[in-house]
């Protein structure tokens, strides 16, 4: 009879190699850790560690399409890996795949509810769905469990903004004001939020800190202008100028505009009346999506609250979607590539596209009729929106020229942005748009709606009532109760929507008509 003795489990050779690529992590070495790390995840593929390492590593390198693949591996692997779900629902937050993000930060906070980034994470899904009702308490309960955290009581502060809780979110950001990371942001959220005198002490603190610029140019554009807006309020409108100058050349993107403009002419040779109905009936039927457009800062906001309180419509805010569909069928870039693309797709796939999009409007508002995709820029995209949603309602904000032109360059508006730092190029891109949207106006079969931000905020029921009846729902006065409604105001314009109409950003431009000199004469007869 063989003598027992304990059974001795083999160490396991894959996690020793894991630990030298967490290592490399810590140490920020991510290009030597993504190597080791794919090479021992093609050694061992279905070892749910290799690939949720693999997945973090690829999240790291800013490669988040790619993470989703390997922490979606890991986490059907070991479905009960709190961690691993976690990892995936935030993959998804950064791919802006908010539909998909919900259900495994869920899961891993039910499995392990002290997991206190999977309660920040809901928070953070929450606010970026426009429900910060629902996104306050994950946040409350991450500052709870961890109050020294920076990230969440900044995630906090972002999230008592939206809900109008001007006190509480001004704690909460004070309280960080000293951050090395987080503390000149809070010091512009700070200026921009509330009212200030010259004499105030944040002035003093902000342009204080400007004495010894930040090496972080986004931090640096933050401060001048939060001292812009401070001065401004007050009147010192040359001062102010000289703040938004330096905000702008402080975060200076390049952008090249012969290159853009190759692109309008491209777009604009491409999509003819003919090749329109030569390529359609491939896409979806659905007249849920409604398209607010025009550029930034011409009234996208209000416009989408106005539907939003229709108690059969919802708002979804700024998508990024199309941005990439687009992306996808070389629609960006080289236009000629596009058609070839489109024609060579099976139907199926594409009508299934279309309906994904639907359907993430659907997450929305499940009941709606008309949900609202309010980013502006979709105005480049038109063309493709006529093929893959040809019952889409589009409404096309219009503010004067100059007034737009001037929000652009006073607000701090993203790296995609680039024309918007220099007034000749936003004067000169500005052009472009008009171009642009002058053809779509002609050739495309949409349902099209102008809109002049003067006229509406001048005549605003009966412009309110024109936009309700143009999406063929039945009026409803709540509609003109758009400041009441919190859903999905998450751009500069949140404290805007929040009070009734008023016409205080009409002619902003005179009070710097001198300092704008270039963009009018780069404008031309689009004034």
């Not at 900044?154 to 001007?166: C, N, P, Q, S, Y």
């Not at 605003?460 to 999905?488: M, N, R, V, Y």
Request: aromatic content about 10%; proline content about 6%; some cysteine.
């Amino acid at each position: 009879m063989a003598s027992s003795s304990p059974i001795t489990k083999k160490p396991d050779p894959v996690m020793g190699k894991l630990k030298d690529i967490i290592a490399l992590i810590g140490k920020g070495k991510f290009a030597e850790a993504e190597a080791a790390a794919r090479q021992v995840q093609q050694s061992a593929p279905g070892h749910a560690d290799a690939n949720n390492i693999l997945g973090i590593v690829l999240i790291n390198r800013k490669n988040p399409a790619e993470a989703v693949k390997y922490l979606g591996i890991a986490a059907r692997k070991e479905p009960g890996n709190a961690i691993y779900l976690n990892n995936l629902g935030c993959a998804y937050l950064d791919l802006g795949l908010i539909e998909l993000a919900q259900a495994p930060l869920e899961r891993a906070l039910a499995i392990n509810p002290k997991l206190t980034k999977s309660s920040w994470l809901l928070g953070e899904f929450y606010r970026f769905a426009g429900k910060p009702e629902r996104a306050w308490p994950y946040h409350e309960m991450a500052c709870r469990d961890e109050p020294d955290n920076a990230d969440y009581k900044f995630a906090l502060g972002k999230t008592l903004e939206m809900l109008g809780r001007a006190d509480e979110a001004r704690a909460c950001f004070a309280a960080l004001r000293d951050h090395p990371v987080h503390g000149d942001f809070v010091l512009y959220r700070l200026a921009v939020n509330d009212k200030h005198d010259l004499a105030s002490p944040l002035l003093a603190e902000i342009e204080s800190k400007l004495l010894v610029p930040s090496a972080n140019r986004r931090a640096l554009n933050a401060l001048h202008v939060g001292a812009a807006k401070i001065r401004e309020q007050n009147g010192d409108y040359a001062r102010a100028f000289t703040h938004y100058q330096k905000a702008n050349i402080a975060d200076m993107v390049p952008f090249d505009l012969v290159q853009y403009r190759t692109w309008v002419d491209a777009l604009i040779a491409t999509f003819t009346p003919e090749v329109i109905a030569q390529h359609q009936g491939k896409g979806s039927d659905s007249d849920v999506p409604v398209f607010v457009v025009g550029m930034p800062r011409s009234g996208t906001t209000l416009v989408e609250q106005i539907i939003a309180r229709h108690p059969q419509a919802a708002g979804a805010g700024e998508l990024d979607r199309i941005w990439k569909i687009a992306g996808n069928a070389q629609y960006r870039g080289d236009v000629s590539k596009f058609l070839p693309v489109f024609a060579g797709a099976e139907a199926p796939k594409v009508a299934a596209m279309a309906e994904s999009y639907v359907k993430l409007l659907k997450f929305f508002g499940p009941e709606a009729r008309r949900v609202v995709d309010k980013l502006p820029h979709n105005f480049e995209f038109l063309g493709l929106i006529a093929l893959l949603w040809p019952n889409a309602h589009v409404i096309h904000m219009r503010r004067n020229p100059l007034d737009t032109c001037l929000s652009c360059y006073q607000n701090r508006l993203s790296e995609a942005h680039g024309y918007s730092r220099d007034l000749t190029t936003l004067g000169l891109y500005y052009r472009e748009y008009a171009r642009l949207m002058a053809h779509w106006r002609k050739v495309l079969p949409l349902k099209f709606l102008d809109v002049d931000y003067e006229t509406l905020t001048s005549d605003f029921e009966a412009q309110a009532k024109q936009i309700i009846a143009f999406l063929d729902l039945d009026w409803d006065p709540a509609c003109l109760s758009f400041h009441e409604g919190t859903s999905a105001v998450r751009t500069f314009s949140r404290n805007q929507v929040r009070s009734p109409i008023y016409q205080s950003s009409v002619g902003r431009w005179r009070r710097y008509e001198t300092q704008l000199q270039p963009l009018i004469e780069a404008l031309g007869d689009t004034v």
